[in-house]
């Protein structure tokens, strides 16, 4: 039985309006009235949280998004940046937001209006980082025989098909740009299974915010914390 359930995504960034427009964009999502800095669809774990953070990008995102689209070509009208084009070796381009972080398209005949297909996330060891959520949020892990990386499927709630955990030589060094929130019953639980404290509830932010086994941050929501973390001003944390 699982601890918790997908919640949202957050995205840090340096100026909220240019990324809010792009993002909501690249996703095929909108942003209500009363509050510029969060995109909305048609499920609320499709909520993507625009975050404003002091720090820029210095290193490669070791959590990134893929996404679906009509071309190469719409991205970079929206202002992203073409790193490394589609080819017979690599069917999916990857490309740069207009931050500079790291994000993949795949070329599509036809795209439904929610446009992220997976959530990716570099590990030092996918298959454990695999099994370790979905023993929090639940779901199928799977494999390819031979291959290193390993994906999350059926995952309750989750409004992209795939959480993809692939193999990276290099640790982790700074705090994740993007990352994914949780509701829990019990944060003891999730604590008890291997989650690290880094920040409890306060007098600012209404959630627990967490790591997990290789460091990745993610916050926890209890049944009494309703409050995303754009709705209060961020200091920089998850």
């Given at each position: ?6 919640k ?6 340096g100026?909220?309006s240019v990324?809010?427009s792009?993002w909501?964009q ?14 909305l ?10 975050n ?13 998004l893929?996404v679906?689209?009509?071309s ?15 080819s ?8 740069a937001?207009?931050e500079?972080?790291?994000f993949c ?10 446009r ?8 030092a ?24 990386y390993?994906?999350?499927?059926n995952v309750?709630g989750?409004?992209f098909k795939?959480w993809?955990?692939?193999?990276v030589p290099?640790?982790?060094a700074v705090?994740n ?17 291997g989650a ?5 509830k ?20 209890l ?9 209060e ?6």
């Open positions: 039985m699982s601890l918790g359930r997908f949202d995504l957050c995205i840090d960034v100026s909220p990324m809010t792009f909501g690249v996703l095929g999502l909108t942003t209500p009235a009363d509050n510029p800095e969060v995109l669809g048609n499920r609320p774990e499709q909520t993507v949280w625009i404003r953070v002091l720090e820029a990008r210095t290193l490669k995102q070791r959590v990134h893929d679906n689209t009509t190469v070509e719409a991205l970079e009208r929206l202002g992203a940046r073409l790193l490394s084009p589609v017979e070796e690599q069917p999916w381009a990857v490309l937001d207009p500079g972080g790291e398209g795949f070329v599509r005949d036809k795209v439904p209006e929610y992220l297909m997976e959530l990716v996330v570099d590990s060891d996918p298959a454990a980082q695999a099994a370790w959520w979905a023993g929090i949020v639940g779901g199928d892990v799977g494999q390819e025989p031979g291959k290193p390993c994906w999350l499927e309750p989750l409004p795939y993809v955990f692939v193999p290099e640790p982790k705090k740009r993007i990352h994914w929130d949780i509701t829990a019953d019990d944060l003891d639980a999730v604590l008890a299974a690290t404290l880094l920040r409890p306060d007098d600012t932010i209404g959630w627990h915010v967490c790591a997990d086994p290789e460091g990745n941050e993610f916050c926890v929501f049944p009494d914390q309703t409050q995303s973390p754009a709705a001003d961020s200091d920089g944390e998850a």
